[in-house]
């Protein structure tokens, strides 16, 4: 079992930065990949980027490139989330997940991932 708790979420304007925290707990040494998904009201849950721990390789959606990164601490056992130049459709629940499993479909898929957290709140303001 993993647990994973968010945190970072808040409310700026549009333009700001926000820094979102993942920290993983439990059967850790045994994750392959971990991703960002967000979800705002009224619409399906997207994922938002991905890094995969064997070859560190990273993966964003289109609207998110190049404002977005995605990084991990090893010794923390945390994930984070860079998010620059923020615009109000950035605005949406977020949700860090895990997944062990080399193979488990594409890393923007809910059903990559078998653990999730509960969500940290981005709300940005134009």
């Known amino acids: 079992q993993v647990q994973l708790v968010e945190s970072g979420g808040g409310s700026v304007q549009a333009g700001g930065s926000l820094r979102l925290s993942c920290a993983a707990s439990g059967y850790t040494y045994a994750t392959y990949c971990m991703g960002w998904f967000r979800q705002a009201p009224g619409k399906e849950r997207e994922g938002v980027a991905a890094?995969?721990?064997?070859?560190?390789?990273?993966y964003y959606a289109d609207s998110v490139k190049g404002r977005f990164t995605i990084s991990q601490d090893n010794a923390k056992n945390t994930l984070y989330l860079q998010m620059n130049s923020l615009k109000p459709e950035d605005t949406a629940m977020y949700y860090c997940?895990?997944?062990?499993?080399?193979?488990?479909?594409?890393?923007?898929?809910?059903?990559?991932?078998?653990?999730w957290g509960q969500g940290t709140e981005v709300t940005i303001s134009s």
């Open positions: 997940a895990a997944d062990y499993r080399p193979y488990g479909g594409r890393w923007y898929s809910r059903e990559r991932y078998t653990y």
């Open positions: 890094f995969f721990f064997g070859g560190g390789a990273t």
